[in-house]
């Protein structure tokens, strides 16, 4: 435990209770903290983009042997057009900035092709296949499974049709929307009650960490 | 002046599209590549987001505005600036395992990061407190639904399960006993019955822990099916509802993406 | 009445003040109590214990600080589990230097305590300690997401030429014969398992781009806000279990057989779920009787 | 110790056995010659290949392969196998007498030579079938201890891992139910709940027909070599026997290459390259075919290309009937009239309206929607004379706004009222943005405040400070994590797309209109499709899309 950690223990001790003095109200020290963290963690940012991934890429552009070589330089020099979105540079070249649209393209077409694609093999058909349940005549499965199916199989159907915006739902229609609703709300109960334990969690983490690491209490 | 990068987005996407059905040789290595450009030009884009932070929080000292928060910002930034150069030329790299430069990381990101969410817990709590009222039948599904994962998944909560579930049967049933006279016909049996209902529900429940308070078999079997019920409220309905929205969820961004590769959709290029 | 009207108006300061309270006293009694075990948490433990000795488990740490609490306990318990089986761990991630420095320190510490643990005698089938390159590898983060996953399923050294080190993969042991993920083998006979730790949509896109075209065997550890969306893959037999949120993490270290940090937490988190649940209570408690109509 | 070592090797028989069913592949890179140990390989000393009679390579010990680089055309190979007795040698080492094994190149031994040619008119058609039976599916209620036998017509087809309940039977034939599980441990034996799966793409196999001179019988074998997406030939398995066929045959179906080659289609793993061979019953000719690649267009894939196409025609239809300006029908999603009694009763309480876009980009759709709704809802505030204050995550958004803003004031005819300082920027930091949005409602205390747009984690935080200055708050986001957080906090909640059907009500915008009606075609197919197939999986027929 050399000086430096106990240094690092301390301020943290101390951006935590800044932190919480927010529950209280907005004041000074929370926003002192809070611009200090933004503005290390841009630098972090920062060297996360060089030394993880802008660093390794050239360096491997460099690796490849004969035309790979030349394809991977094509990839850096478009990735390098981006830079001209730069403020620095947009204030001196203001007519270059359009060159940075490129790059954007080529990441926005690759993205664009892949979710044509992939959302429709990856879980448009799994899921809806996986909702073909048998409603009835299961040989050998208990009750639970046969009321489980017929759950799933209304749920996801009144769900979607929950969000269906070209009928009318008036008089008996609307029943309709009662049931989806149902589901929702039980939907969303659920995920609010399972979140409440993952925000404690962090809370507890902070707890943990100033019982246990700064005040050595347990 | 848009022409050509649309039709980079269109060409480039199209491929990607097709090279997913086409398993013979030349679109399988052309994938590959491009997935290997993306990986070098995304590294780029980064360098863009931080430079428009930086430079607004100058405009802002520059103009005299809350120049303590800025300028600590601004102070903050460069002095990791600094000491991430010193700490890749000592250690080969900031984020070599054993590089001073993780001090940053460790005692300020961290702790701030975590505190930060960790405000979330105490407003869950005060919301749950304000707002979870069972105002209607849809808000009391709501409520109920919380309750029983938020006690099935701790230790303790099935214990407390009980007694709680309990109290607020007895409550309902209390409130909808009081009010139904003031409604007529139809309303009024109803709150009625419902009313009775959560009576006995009350009644049934309270019957495992009254009994002499030891722990008598029937709470016990009450206790433990608390959980169960939690687990199947996640697994079953939640699942089931969960994916009718993700369904209608993708298909949105289906139609996104045709828009964006079309060239209807242009908000990323401003 | 005023008694009844003041429980519905608590001020939230106050609720501020039993919450705090309510998640540090617990720490002091030191006692974490035992949890139940849910199929979805033991159906992973069972997979990485069946797994023939010397298999592969990749970890995709793709969470930040906000999310450690809850995660880095599970990426503790798994990595210990794996060593003490005799697996190979490696790990990637996606979200830039935090995932990256989460994992690191959550593995670093997995292998210190093991090494002590060998040195204390507890393995006697182990006489050397965990080397980085032999028994686990750290391969760092390269950006493009979706992009690594894909580059992943055809070849791993297009995507991580170099090691977080710096060190060249072919140059490592753990690497050899490692050409890309579909190495891991099938969920029908297995060679290994992916495990993405997910604190946001990383995991969504690790099934759906991923998974979905390589068919390994894979599994989820997310923070409790996200492992909801995750139960319809687990249904739809795309992954084969999720460790859901503290609970999941707390689960698997009592599966494990040792108490860690999640075990201790536990019960601060009980006594503040009740509390939140008795205050729902109090809430409609002077909600309902001072309601006329 | 020498004495005993002597004696078991010098009473081995001299006379030296051939190498065994010598076998040519063709690779990319030549001609891969492979054969068996012959019986007395102990005897062996190195295995010579011999090519048209004339040596060009030797094999060492151990090795049974040799490749013959660049080779191509019709060839006849032969491999010689060199050795003798052996005898043990004494040698001087530092003046220690050492026994060593040494051999005498006594003799050799020859196989029959086999010549290799290409198998001309040799036609492979991969079979694709609509609507293909892809083999029934077995599941069992009860959860077994020990292995499961499923047992079909009486002969046990596989043997499953213990626990397992469910078994999908690929080479069954349609209308032979005859299934049995049996319980390995405790023999107990069930009928298991059959259902006939029926694919939309099914792959019928790889179809051989061929024509040799001859009557004798030939074996079919085949060899396959998989290579990674980069082309690099990743290995090469060797000839392996398939079935005994005649010399002439057409529609020959091989079973284990049509289940290599859909998992090869599902899942594009490593590409294998197929190479079928028919060696003549004595072994002495080989003819090899050409390598059977998979097809240009991977059929498997068909139904997602399909449901593509289909979804595009839907929605450019209705874009192009949209921008021709037919009337469509959008139902009035109930949180509409909240819009406007919300901003109504703020006016009665002579208070400021707060309009928070979240923190979504100006590409998220949601932020675009966002702005189309606050457009209606500055309009009804301009008629209300109420002010409409608006802090922003995103400078694009903040620019956007302002212009919308405008808009709407014009349209209410009272342009006056806009003030440029009410829409205003304020952080990119997600947490600085909530803490400034919360501290601005409550110094403002407004009546109403509108949180839509797209939200994460500081949801609660700005809702939480709507409610304790007891505004009326309105929230719509189509992230589903928040959703509950909304409902818990705010008085009424636009749930998921219901924040798209609000903007595309409200401004009967094309592009929003047609991407809300294409979604809603093919909601009502999932619907249709998830009853149909469900009461059909319940009759005992199971349709899949996309196996």
Known sequence: ?218 | MFRAPVWLVFIVGLFMASAFFIPVDPFPMMQTWALKWDVIISAFALAVGIDSLVMHHIRRVQRRQNVLYSGTLLVGFWVTIAWGAFAWWRYGGPFATRSTFLWLFRYIVVPMDATMFSLLAFFIASAAYRAFRARNFSSSLLLLSAGIVMLGRVPFGDWAAAPIFVAFALLLAFYFLRVFRQYEGWGRSTRMVVGILFLAVGIILLWPIGMGGQLFPAFRFVVHSVPHLASWIMEVPQMAARRGIDLGISLGSLAFALRVLVGIERGYMR | MRFLYLLTTIDRRIIYGLVFLATTLPFLFKKSPSVQITPEVEKVYRFIDKLPPGSRIVLSADYGPSSMPEIQPMLYGICKHAFSRGHKVYLLTHWNYQGLIAGQDGIMSAVRDFNEEIKKGKHPERTDTLLEGTDYVSWGFRPGGMAVMLLLNSDIRMAFSRDVRGQLLDSLPAMQGFRNLRDLGTVENPRGILIGLEAGFTGDVWVIYGQAQGRYPMALGSTAVVTPSYYTYLEAGQIIGILGGLKGAAEYEQLAGFKGQASIGMLSQSIVHILVVVLIFLGNLGFFLARRK | MTGILAFCILTQPPELAPAQNLMVGVRSDGYWVLWEPSMTDSLILRYEVFRDGELIGRAEIGEYEFLDKGASGVHTYMVRAVGGPRYIKEIEVWGMKLPLLAWQEGGYADTRPVSVEPLAGLAVSHRWQGFGFSGYRLEWGFRPQGFVEVIRDGETIITLPPGSQSFTDASAVVGKKGYMIRDATTGQEIIPNIRARWEAVHFGGLTLSWNLPGQEGFTLMRSAEAREQDMRTVDHMPPEPVAQVTGQESGFVDRMASREMIALLRSRSPMNIYRYYLVSGDGSKVYFSEPVRPQAFNFMKLPVLIMDILFACVFFGFLFMARRGRPMFIRKIAGLEELDNAVGRSTEMGRPIVYVPGIGTIADIESIASLTILKHVAKKAAEYETPVIMPNFDPMVTAAAKEVIKEAYTEAGRPDLYNEDNVFYVSSQQFAFAGAVSGLIVRERPGATFLIGYYAAESLVIAEAGYSVGAIQVAGTASVLQTPFFLAACDYVLIGEEEYAASAYLSHNALQMATLKAEDVFKATFVSAIIVLSLLVSLGISFIFLS
């Open chain 1, 1 to 218: 435990m050399n000086i430096w950690e106990l240094i690092g223990i301390w301020f943290a001790a101390l951006l935590t209770f800044a932190v919480f003095s927010f529950l209280y109200r907005d004041n000074p020290v929370y926003k002192w903290a809070e611009h200090l963290f933004v503005g290390v963690s841009a630098a972090l940012g920062v060297y996360a983009a060089l030394e993880q991934s802008i660093v390794p890429s050239v360096r491997e552009a460099l690796a490849f042997p004969g035309v790979f070589k030349f394809i991977t330089w094509i990839a850096v020099f478009l990735g390098a057009l981006i830079l001209f979105k730069l403020e620095a540079l947009a204030t001196y070249l203001p007519n270059l900035t359009f060159l940075s649209r490129y790059p954007i393209a080529f990441v926005t077409g690759m993205g664009v092709g892949l979710t044509l694609v992939n959302v429709v093999n990856g879980y448009l058909f799994p899921q809806t296949q996986a909702t073909f349940l048998p409603l009835f005549n299961i040989q050998g499965a208990d009750w639970l499974t046969l009321l489980n199916n017929w759950i799933i199989v209304l749920g996801v159907v009144f769900a979607l049709m929950y969000f269906f915006f070209s009928a009318q739902y008036k008089g008996k229609l609307g029943a309709v929307l009662q049931v989806g609703i149902t589901f929702l709300m039980v939907a969303f109960g659920a995920m609010f009650g399972y979140t409440v334990m993952a925000r404690l969690s962090l809370l507890i983490g902070r707890i943990y960490f100033l019982l246990h690491d700064w005040l050595h209490i347990i």
